[in-house]
Nanobody
């Protein structure tokens, strides 16, 4: 199994920054692809970004490109999401996720999820 623990959420004003962290553990095979989703109230969960933990290739949804950066520290078993230039529409619960594989077309299908960390951006 895989355990994912997120931290780093909070409340910021528009234009501010936050860095989310996801400490992961468990069977390594199930953590070759890791990333973040978010879910705003009344909306479906949406993919934000993910990273191939073996090769460090990264993928982003269009709405966060140029503002968010996903990275990893394998020595700490941690994946980060640096969020800059935050907007009110970034307000959501952010979930860390893991999968055995990042597919070559840039998609992925997580099998494991964290409990989430809340991000609130005020205007």
């Amino acid at each position: 199994q895989v355990r994912l623990v997120e931290s780093g959420g909070g409340s910021v004003q528009a234009g501010g920054s936050l860095r989310l962290s996801c400490v992961h553990s468990g069977y390594t095979y199930n953590r070759n692809c890791m990333g973040w989703f978010r879910q705003a109230p009344g909306k479906e969960r949406e993919w934000v970004a993910h990273i191939n933990t073996g090769g460090s290739t990264t993928y982003y949804t269009d709405s966060v490109k140029g503002r968010f950066t996903i990275s990893q520290d394998n020595a700490k078993n941690t994946v980060y999401l640096q969020m800059n230039s935050l907007k009110p529409e970034d307000t959501a619960m952010y979930y860390c996720a893991a999968a055995p594989l990042c597919w070559s077309d840039g998609t992925w299908s997580p099998n494991y999820w964290g409990q989430g960390t809340q991000v609130t951006v005020s205007s």
